[in-house]
């Protein structure tokens, strides 16, 4: 059991990484702002979403297996931050993009920083189940 939610949560770290330190600036620096905008915003949803499904099972699979409090907090965290980001903070920015823009970048900042906990958190879990063998 250990090894499915080490594995399904280093996926998703991965491709966090890739997407949030790679991708996404690469698209920034090749496109047009607008334009690299798009783009990142039509993924965003996708990527939260897999986020979600990621955590939850790593959730489930670690309540069951006993995996300790530690991981279990520290998934349910980026849980929480997660569905915060896919429901409430992607939709809201979305809306304020075009009416708000200075709203916009304060809920941008807040995205980055909630996905930067988020992976963090995520992180710390591995750890977390790393050091109990």
Same mark, same amino acid.
């Given at each position: 059991m250990?090894?499915? &939610?080490l !594995?399904? +949560?280093?996926?998703? +770290?991965g491709?966090?990484?890739? #997407?949030s #330190?790679y991708?996404?600036?690469?698209?920034? =620096?090749?496109?047009? *702002?607008e334009k690299?905008?798009?783009?990142?915003?039509?993924i965003?949803?996708?990527y939260f979403?897999?986020?979600i499904?990621?955590?939850?099972?790593g959730?489930?699979?670690?309540? #069951?297996?006993s /995996?300790? $409090? =530690? &991981?279990? +907090? !520290? +998934?349910a965290?980026?849980? %929480?931050l /997660?569905?915060?980001?896919?429901?409430?903070i992607?939709?809201?920015?979305?809306?304020?993009?075009?009416?708000?823009?200075q709203?916009?970048? $304060?809920?941008?900042?807040? !995205?980055?920083? @909630?996905?930067?906990v988020? @992976? /963090?958190? %995520?992180l710390? !879990? %591995? #750890?977390?189940?790393? *050091? *109990?063998?």
């Open positions: 250990e090894k499915l &939610v !594995s399904v +949560l280093s996926a998703y +770290l491709m966090g990484m890739f #997407f #330190f991708i996404a600036p690469l698209l920034f =620096k090749m496109l047009e *702002r690299a905008g798009s783009v990142v915003e039509n965003f949803p996708v979403a897999i986020g499904a990621t955590v939850f099972i959730l489930l699979v670690s309540f #069951f297996a /995996l300790g $409090r =530690k &991981v279990y +907090l !520290s +998934l965290g980026a849980l %929480i /997660l569905l915060i980001l896919e429901f409430y992607v939709p809201t920015s979305h809306e304020l993009k075009a009416t708000d823009y709203a916009f970048m $304060r809920f941008h900042t807040y !995205s980055v920083i @909630m996905n930067v988020t @992976m /963090l958190l %995520i710390s !879990s %591995i #750890f977390f189940i790393l *050091r *109990r063998k």
